[in-house]
Every structure is written in structure tokens, then in C-alpha cells.
């Protein structure tokens, strides 16, 4: 069992950054693979980008590659989200995501966190 915490949202304006974060308890932090999902609304929950237990490989969504960049620190079982250049089309509610499996962190995390709001202002 994995709890997931997400910090760090907020409003900025277009251009700016954030720095999300995402805080796990539980056993074996380093075992899972972890990821970021977004919801805008009215729109469907979309997969952001995602690292592999170790961090040696991470993964993005084209719209976001070049801009965002994930990264974790197992010793502290923290996932963070680094975001720059950022648009209105980044407004949503955005969650961390667990799973022990790397080929479905993408897809169907089986852990998730309460999420936090990124409001972009134009």
C-alpha cells in the first residue's frame, strides 16, 4: 500500500514555473515506478510523463517534452515535477501516480494521490 501527497500547485502566468511534489509512505518506495497525470476540466485524465523505480529512464508527453521534467529521490520517497515555459493548455488538476509496474504506470497506476491545482493565467 502506497499513500500519495501532492504539493506545490498554484498560479502562475504564462511563462513561468512550478515545482511539484509528491511525498509516499509506505513500504518500498524504491520498488515502484512513479508518474504524473493531469485533468483539466471537462477533459479526460491524461498521462504526463513518468520514472522508473531507479530513475534511469523517464518518460513525457509530447505537448510537455522540453518543458517539464520529472525526477525522484528515493531516500526521501519523494516524486517532484519540474515545470517551465508554461502555457494555459497546462491548467489542470494534476496527480501523482504509483505502480510496480513500469509498462503501466502510464496507463492504469494502481495508486493515486488527491491532487493539486496549476492554474496558467495568458
Known amino acids: 500500500q502506497v499513500q500519495l501527497v501532492e504539493s506545490g500547485g498554484g498560479l502562475v502566468q504564462a511563462g513561468g514555473s512550478l515545482r511539484l511534489s509528491c511525498a509516499a509512505s509506505?513500504?518500498?518506495?524504491?520498488?515502484?515506478?512513479m508518474g504524473w497525470f493531469r485533468q483539466a476540466p471537462g477533459k479526460e485524465r491524461e498521462f504526463v510523463t513518468a520514472?522508473?523505480?531507479?530513475?534511469?529512464?523517464?518518460y513525457y508527453r509530447d505537448s510537455v517534452k522540453g518543458r517539464f521534467t520529472i525526477s525522484r529521490n528515493n531516500a526521501r520517497n519523494t516524486v517532484n515535477l519540474q515545470m517551465n515555459s508554461l502555457k494555459p493548455e497546462d491548467t489542470a488538476v494534476y496527480y501523482c501516480?504509483?505502480?510496480?509496474?513500469?509498462?503501466?504506470?502510464?496507463?492504469?497506476?494502481?495508486?493515486w494521490g488527491q491532487g493539486t491545482q496549476v492554474t496558467v493565467s495568458s
Open positions: 520514472i522508473s523505480w531507479s530513475g534511469g529512464r523517464s
Open positions: 509506505g513500504r518500498a518506495f524504491s520498488s515502484y515506478a
Open positions: 501516480a504509483a505502480d510496480r509496474s513500469e509498462s503501466e504506470i502510464a496507463t492504469i497506476p494502481d495508486y
